[in-house]
């Protein structure tokens, strides 16, 4: 019920609603703990459930609701999947992530390389603002594939939005490319490659910052964590 889009096919003999914030079958508020993992209070059918979940920011919030949505269209009591979510722990990725939360040293990294599109990017950059941190947040962003003839529109909007979100950001993909030609924020770098966007996030990220990278699967941001993790052992010998 948070996507307007969607709100008209709600309708016929048999469909639940969730949503976050607002009134619908099953919906929840949401906020993040110290370790900026979601705190959610789901509600459904005058029944109340506290859950803190394992998965990080709002991605986590959104994630759950969903999932309490089917969990009540099969039969399952709002308990039953609260105990479910609570126990919930989000696959360890060695390679693409799905908003995974991960450390490289002290600096905390969201891992969610999967895959990426206009609205998951802005919910992704929400939950990057939303972290609690002592130091800057920093997003690493990838082309998003498949937008046909308004991908050119889409990426320059993206853009736009990214200084209210993070203290810097480094872009990659022939279509950042040619966004950031048309745009002149300070805050965001362009990388060739993967490599480089290693490079540029070795040199600025620090102690106490947090890292967001995401980008669709064809751009394999994966590989910034390979050659950012290969320069810190290098170093670290050295």
Same mark, same amino acid.
């Given at each position: 019920?948070?996507?307007?889009?969607?709100?008209?096919?709600?309708?016929?003999?048999?469909?639940? #609603?969730? %949503? &976050?914030?607002?009134?619908?079958?099953?919906? %929840?508020t949401w906020s993040l703990n110290?370790?900026?993992?979601? @705190?959610? #209070?789901?509600?459904? @059918?005058?029944?109340?459930?506290e859950i803190l979940l394992r998965i990080p920011g709002k991605v986590g919030a959104m994630t759950a609701i969903a999932s309490a949505c089917i969990g009540l269209s099969i039969g399952m009591t709002l308990h039953q999947i609260a105990e479910a979510l609570r126990s919930y722990d989000a696959p360890v990725y060695s390679g693409y992530g799905r908003m995974s939360k991960i450390m490289i040293d002290d600096i905390t990294v969201l891992n969610d390389t999967y895959n990426a599109n206009p609205a998951s990017m802005m919910t992704a950059l929400e939950?990057?603002?939303?972290?609690?941190?002592?130091?800057?947040? $920093?997003?690493?962003?990838?082309?998003?594939?498949? &937008?046909?003839d308004s991908s050119a529109e889409e990426h320059l909007n993206l853009l736009g939005k990214v200084a209210d979100y993070c203290d810097d950001c480094i872009v990659t993909g022939p279509e950042f490319q040619k966004a950031t030609q048309n745009?002149?924020?300070?805050? !965001? #770098?362009?990388?060739?490659?993967?490599?480089?966007?290693?490079? !540029? $996030?070795? %040199?600025?990220?620090?102690t106490g910052d947090i890292v967001l990278i995401k980008g669709s699967r064809g $751009?394999? &941001?994966?590989?910034?964590?390979? @050659?950012?993790?290969?320069y810190r052992t290098i170093h670290n010998h050295s």
């Open positions: 019920m948070n996507d307007e889009r969607l709100k008209q096919y709600a309708k016929g003999p048999r469909f639940l #609603t969730y %949503a &976050l914030d607002i009134d619908a079958d099953i919906h %929840a110290e370790q900026g993992m979601a @705190h959610c #209070t789901l509600q459904a @059918h005058n029944t109340v459930e939950t990057l603002y939303l972290m609690p941190t002592t130091g800057k947040r $920093i997003a690493i962003l990838g082309d998003m594939r498949e &937008l046909g745009t002149a924020l300070e805050c !965001i #770098t362009f990388a060739e490659s993967s490599e480089e966007c290693a490079q !540029i $996030i070795y %040199a600025k990220a620090k $751009i394999r &941001l994966e590989h910034v964590l390979e @050659h950012w993790r290969n």
